[in-house]
């Protein structure tokens, strides 16, 4: 019995541990529950400067337009994250839906 307390503690451990890397990425904490260990965190969309980037395309004749559209799929949308500790005490984290 002492072993599974002893394994639990060290998953809330690394559960608070990846929480906090994950705050310091720029998300934010929506949802948290301390019975169940789990957390749901947000990170916003960010803003692309499309102008500075169609510069960078026309000097780089095309090739800065890979990055450009890279940073459009990948910035442009909110993401929310599911982080929790299971039964077993293992971590995991899943990626939310949004609408």
Same mark, same amino acid.
């Given at each position: 019995? +002492?072993?599974y307390q002893f394994t639990k503690e060290k998953s809330l451990d690394q559960f608070? /541990?990846?929480i906090s890397a994950k705050k310091?990425?720029?998300?934010?904490?929506? /949802?948290?529950? +301390?019975?169940?260990?789990?957390v749901v965190l947000?990170?916003?969309?960010?803003?692309?400067k499309h102008s500075f980037h169609l510069f960078l395309t026309c000097i780089t004749f095309g090739l800065w337009a890979i990055?450009?559209?890279?940073?459009?799929v990948s910035l442009s949308r909110k993401q929310n994250i599911?982080?929790?500790v299971d039964e077993d005490g293992n971590?995991? +984290?899943d990626i939310c839906l949004s609408a």
């Amino acid at each position: 019995m +002492e072993t599974y307390q002893f394994t639990k503690e060290k998953s809330l451990d690394q559960f608070y /541990e990846m929480i906090s890397a994950k705050k310091r990425n720029g998300f934010v904490v929506i /949802e948290h529950n +301390e019975k169940l260990p789990y957390v749901v965190l947000s990170k916003e969309k960010k803003a692309i400067k499309h102008s500075f980037h169609l510069f960078l395309t026309c000097i780089t004749f095309g090739l800065w337009a890979i990055v450009w559209l890279y940073l459009i799929v990948s910035l442009s949308r909110k993401q929310n994250i599911l982080l929790a500790v299971d039964e077993d005490g293992n971590l995991f +984290e899943d990626i939310c839906l949004s609408a």
